[in-house]
T-cell receptor
Framework: TQLLEQSPQFLSIQEGENLTVYCNSS?????LQWYRQEPGEGPVLLVT?????EVKKLKRLTFQFGDARKDSSLHITAAQPGDTGLYLC???????????????FGQGTILTVHP | DTGVSQDPRHKITKRGQNVTFRCDPI?????LYWYRQTLGQGPEFLTY????????KSRLLSDRFSAERPKGSFSTLEIQRTEQGDSAMYLC???????????FGSGTRLTVV
């Protein structure tokens, strides 16, 4: 059974600050996705990382997949109130050798950016 | 393309009643997933359909839960004899290929009183 841990669980910062959230596991993943979820809505896909060591940038967001493909991080530069939400990582897993692509989500990091 | 639609958005029901939720995925997406999310947690996998075939069910899906996708388009999730522990957000997601990201609906918030 894979153990997926996201940290920190809660993060409260002021507008303009930088932050990093982490997603760690003991398992190796073929790919990993990051989602952001606002209250009362479903998660929205931000990025998919596939290659170990891969870095992807999405405006002020920088995503990194660990070299061993067991961990990932999300760095936000100059956070804005609109970044507030639940950030979820979701590595893809295989089920019994057949890849249904079921995603297992971490607990998430609740980010609050104060104006 | 209107995205993934879920209906209703909110449902309040008394313990012991049956409820049914509907999900309309993006039309060309043959893969459909149901997840459940409780407050402060990430979504937990419930079941997966490829076209009309239900290919995987989580152990979380007790005998009181049943899901269908009769024509490979919309899907329904029914909960019989609801319990207070069933209170959660029920999310539906779809995608075309395994390498794609999920497109989630806005969810159905179930409250069992």
């Amino acid at each position: 059974t894979q153990l997926l841990e996201q940290s920190p669980q809660f993060l409260s910062i002021q507008e303009g600050e930088n932050l990093t959230v982490y997603c760690n596991s003991s398992s190796v993943f073929s790919s990993l996705q990051w989602y952001r979820q606002e209250p009362g809505e479903g998660p929205v896909l931000l990025v998919t990382v596939v290659t170990g060591g891969e870095v992807k940038k999405l405006k002020r967001l920088t995503f990194q997949f660990g070299d061993a493909r067991k961990d990932s991080s999300l760095h936000i530069t100059a956070a804005q109130p609109g970044d507030t939400g639940l950030y979820l990582c979701a590595p893809a897993s295989n089920a019994g050798g057949t890849s249904y692509g079921k995603l297992t989500f971490g607990q998430g990091t609740i980010l609050t950016v104060h104006p | 393309d209107t995205g993934v639609s879920q209906d209703p958005r909110h449902k309040i029901t008394k313990r012991g009643q049956n409820v049914t939720f509907r999900c309309d995925p993006i039309s060309e997406h043959n893969r459909l997933y149901w997840y459940r999310q409780t407050l402060g947690q990430g979504p937990e996998f419930l079941t997966y359909f490829q076209n009309e075939a239900q290919l995987e069910k989580s152990r979380l899906l007790s005998d009181r839960f049943s899901a269908e996708r009769p024509k490979g388009s919309f899907s329904t999730l029914e909960i019989q004899r609801t319990e207070q522990g069933d209170s959660a957000m029920y999310l539906c997601a779809s995608r075309k290929e395994n390498r794609d990201g999920y497109t989630f609906g806005s969810g159905t918030r179930l409250t069992v009183v």
